[in-house]
């Protein structure tokens, strides 16, 4: 079997002793070629050595993890990011469909991670992450923000602007676009409500919608989208909605 290389770039020892004991134990598809302890060694380590998976703390001392990619944009390799709790960070890490493991690692996550990044790179899917990563991270301006849709065919990425509304559908969510196009998501509604910033909405059970897109509003309880659509507003999520029209 082609071993993954991979290197650790994480600021604690201690994470990196256990990161690489549960890689050699759990993961063997996975070769760690080298560590770094923050980005001043990292930067030209990922340089010379090229890997192909890079364990990515995001705090470290001289810099995060974005200021990281920030410096290795022109690289290709896949990241698994590895966090302590930061609604920010993680906010960041699902609107661009980024791996990431939450400290302490989970060793089931952990696995589940290796084998999502081996069988990207055995069917040589170029999808560049990190770039819309770093693209965020420098914008800030919400709406004009970037969000991987991971669909039934791969990925898809849209600017939030462009997202007028967004329907649950099972295990899927609908999402329509400034455009006309409707695109089925591989996520649940409830994963959108979580990292979708304002001016996204949740007023229905089923239904998220773009503020910035209504057309009108009337008082039996339901709103009108630019798009023509007509929209139902519960009273679960009546205030939360007419609050950002105040």
Same mark, same amino acid.
């Given at each position: 079997?082609?071993?993954?290389?991979?290197?650790? $770039?994480?600021?604690?020892?201690?994470?990196?002793?256990?990161?690489? *004991?549960?890689?050699?134990?759990?993961?063997?598809? $996975?070769?760690?070629?080298?560590?770094?302890?923050?980005?001043?060694?990292?930067?030209?380590?990922?340089?010379?050595?090229?890997?192909?998976?890079?364990?990515? !703390?995001?705090?470290?001392?001289?810099?995060?993890?974005?200021?990281?990619?920030?410096?290795?944009?022109?690289?290709?390799?896949? %990241?698994?990011?590895?966090?302590?709790?930061?609604?920010?960070?993680?906010?960041?890490?699902?609107?661009?469909?980024?791996?990431?493991? #939450?400290?302490?690692?989970?060793?089931?996550?952990?696995?589940?991670?290796?084998?999502?990044?081996?069988?990207?790179?055995?069917?040589?899917?170029?999808?560049?992450?990190?770039?819309?990563?770093?693209? *965020?991270? &420098?914008?800030?301006?919400?709406?004009?923000?970037?969000?991987? #849709?991971?669909?039934?065919?791969?990925?898809?990425?849209?600017?939030?602007?462009?997202?007028? &509304?967004? &329907?649950?559908?099972?295990?899927?969510? @609908?999402?329509?676009?400034?455009?006309?196009?409707?695109?089925?998501?591989?996520?649940?509604?409830?994963?959108?409500?979580?990292?979708?910033?304002?001016?996204?909405?949740? $007023?229905?059970?089923?239904?998220?919608?773009?503020?910035?897109?209504?057309?009108?509003?009337?008082?039996?309880? %339901?709103?009108?989208?630019?798009?023509?659509?007509?929209?139902?507003?519960?009273? %679960?999520?009546? !205030? @939360?909605?007419?609050?950002?029209?105040?």
């Amino acid at each position: 079997m082609k071993k993954i290389k991979s290197v650790i $770039v994480e600021d604690e020892l201690a994470a990196r002793e256990v990161l690489k *004991n549960y890689l050699s134990k759990y993961c063997p598809q $996975v070769e760690v070629i080298g560590e770094a302890q923050n980005i001043k060694e990292a930067v030209p380590m990922l340089h010379e050595l090229q890997p192909e998976l890079v364990f990515l !703390d995001v705090e470290m001392p001289f810099g995060n993890a974005f200021d990281v990619l920030e410096a290795c944009k022109e690289l290709q390799f896949e %990241t698994i990011f590895v966090t302590a709790f930061s609604e920010y960070s993680l906010k960041a890490l699902n609107q661009s469909a980024a791996y990431y493991l #939450l400290k302490p690692i989970s060793i089931e996550e952990l696995i589940i991670a290796v084998n999502k990044v081996h069988e990207h790179l055995l069917n040589h899917e170029i999808f560049n992450r990190n770039k819309i990563i770093v693209e *965020n991270f &420098r914008e800030t301006k919400p709406e004009k923000q970037q969000v991987i #849709l991971p669909t039934l065919e791969g990925f898809e990425v849209v600017k939030m602007e462009e997202i007028v &509304r967004l &329907r649950g559908n099972g295990n899927f969510t @609908d999402i329509y676009l400034s455009n006309g196009n409707k695109k089925m998501v591989c996520r649940f509604l409830k994963h959108f409500a979580e990292i979708l910033p304002h001016p996204f909405v949740r $007023v229905h059970k089923s239904h998220i919608i773009n503020s910035n897109c209504v057309k009108s509003y009337n008082k039996g309880g %339901t709103l009108t989208l630019n798009d023509g659509s007509e929209i139902e507003v519960s009273p %679960t999520y009546k !205030d @939360d909605f007419l609050k950002g029209f105040k």
